[in-house]
């Protein structure tokens, strides 16, 4: 390289320090300010959640398991105990682990559950110092008698990740009739407390999505 073009790669170089910056601060520390907001739909660390009455919507059934492209989520289902179930089903979720060395935070397990019982968080700032503890069990995945996320020594939440997870999505089945091939339904955020039921099957619910709200009938408002 001669010395005109360094001098043009200079002068490019040192007109760029006067644009306007396009990036924010990311630290810990006294730039905290400066972190931007978190998208509505950001997939973070995930909870199992609990019913109202404080049963575990997990059945076991493993289809997270088996949609996840990490293969990251290990799941044991168990019979319910007759006497003292842990889920409304007949079978609960005995072992669940998430190894976050390799979730890449797709969502899929949240949108293969049937039950609505896994859901991600806003949280994604969770750091480790050996690779066992990358693998949350589901004593910590669980929510909280309150049914919020617990908030783990090593992790570092902000106001407001905990109060969504994810923004639920399932594709329902068209179910033959022709009006509904192609549209997917919607829930807004999931994950505790009481939610909406799920849309009816008639046709003027057909075009629903994160905003618009359900009553016990179905109809929408
Ligand atoms: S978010 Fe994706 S990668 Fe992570 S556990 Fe769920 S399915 Fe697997
Ligand atoms: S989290 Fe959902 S999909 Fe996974 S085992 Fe439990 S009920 Fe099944």
Same mark, same amino acid.
């Given at each position: 390289?001669?010395?005109?073009?360094?001098?043009?790669?200079?002068?490019?170089?040192?007109?760029?320090?006067?644009?306007?910056?396009?990036?924010?601060?990311?630290?810990?520390?006294?730039?905290?300010?400066?972190?931007?907001?978190?998208?509505?739909?950001?997939?973070?660390?995930?909870?199992?959640n609990? %019913? @109202?009455?404080?049963?575990?919507? *997990? !059945?076991? #059934?493993? $289809?997270?398991?088996?949609? =996840? &492209?990490?293969?990251? /989520?290990?799941?044991?289902?168990?019979?319910?105990?007759?006497?003292?179930?842990?889920?409304?089903?007949?079978?609960?979720?005995?072992? %669940? @682990?998430?190894?976050?060395?390799? *979730? !890449?935070? #797709?969502? $899929?397990c949240?949108?293969? =559950? &049937?039950?609505?019982? /896994?859901?991600?968080?806003?949280?994604?700032?969770?750091?480790?110092t050996?690779?066992?503890?990358?693998i949350?069990?589901?004593?910590?995945?669980?929510?909280?008698?309150?049914?919020?996320?617990?908030?783990?020594?090593?992790?570092?939440?902000? &106001?407001?990740?905990?109060?969504?997870?994810?923004?639920?999505?399932?594709?329902?089945?068209?179910?033959?009739?022709?009006?509904?091939?192609?549209?997917?339904?919607?829930?807004?955020?999931?994950?505790?407390?009481?939610?909406?039921?799920?849309?009816?099957?008639?046709?003027?619910?057909a075009?629903?999505?994160?905003?618009?709200?359900?009553?016990?009938?179905?109809a929408?408002?």
């Open positions: 390289m001669g010395l005109f073009e360094g001098l043009e790669g200079f002068k490019l170089t040192f007109g760029k320090l006067f644009d306007e910056r396009v990036t924010t601060e990311y630290s810990g520390g006294r730039f905290d300010d400066e972190k931007r907001e978190k998208a509505m739909r950001l997939h973070g660390r995930h909870v199992l609990r %019913y @109202e009455d404080g049963m575990e919507k *997990c !059945i076991g #059934c493993e $289809l997270c398991a088996g949609v =996840c &492209p990490a293969n990251c /989520i290990y799941v044991r289902g168990a019979d319910n105990p007759i006497d003292d179930p842990v889920s409304p089903g007949e079978r609960y979720g005995f072992v %669940y @682990e998430i190894n976050y060395l390799r *979730c !890449i935070h #797709c969502d $899929l949240v949108e293969a =559950c &049937p039950t609505q019982a /896994i859901t991600e968080t806003k949280m994604f700032e969770f750091s480790f050996n690779r066992q503890d990358a949350y069990t589901k004593d910590e995945l669980v929510v909280g008698d309150d049914g919020m996320p617990q908030h783990l020594p090593w992790e570092d939440w902000r &106001p407001g990740e905990d109060e969504h997870t994810s923004a639920w999505m399932r594709a329902t089945s068209p179910s033959g009739a022709a009006e509904y091939v192609g549209k997917v339904a919607w829930s807004g955020e999931l994950g505790y407390g009481v939610r909406a039921p799920e849309a009816g099957q008639t046709a003027d619910l075009e629903t999505h994160g905003d618009v709200e359900f009553d016990r009938d179905g929408h408002h």
